[in-house]
């Protein structure tokens, strides 16, 4: 099953290893679920998780990222017109749409409403009974 990560995602499995989150972050390291990604999210998240106020050690966002590299798929996202609140949610809304994927995200209010557009919970209920 393709999908889209949504930054807040990662950063909410690496926290807490116990969540529903980090839950869904092992069916992608597993190999359950392919992460769809471009560029520019996967620049979002090296600067994220990056970030010194998280505390992620350098390896641990290094192993993570190699990881989504080596088993996801780059897509060349196709630009939308839909209206956002923050530009910087586009790409993953851009991303999951070329890709025919799930974005799944911690809020689903920043995106524009659409079926494919869904929270981590939402997953739970929906596609892993």
Known sequence: MPVVIDTNILVSS????????AKFMSLVLNGEIVPCYDYRIFQEYKNV??????GFSKSEVNGLLDWISAIGI???ASPTEEIFTDEADRKF???AKSGHA???????KHFPKSD???TVNDF???YNK
Not at 14 to 21: I, Q, Y
Not at 102 to 108: A, D, E, P
């Open 124 to 126: 739970f209920e929906k």
């Open 49 to 54: 998780l990056s970030r010194p106020k998280f």
């Open 74 to 76: 780059s897509i060349v």
């Open 102 to 108: 799930l974005l799944v995200t911690g809020n689903t």
């Open 14 to 21: 690496l926290w807490s290893k116990n969540g529903l989150p």
């Open 93 to 95: 809304y851009e991303v």
């Open 116 to 118: 494919f557009v869904i």
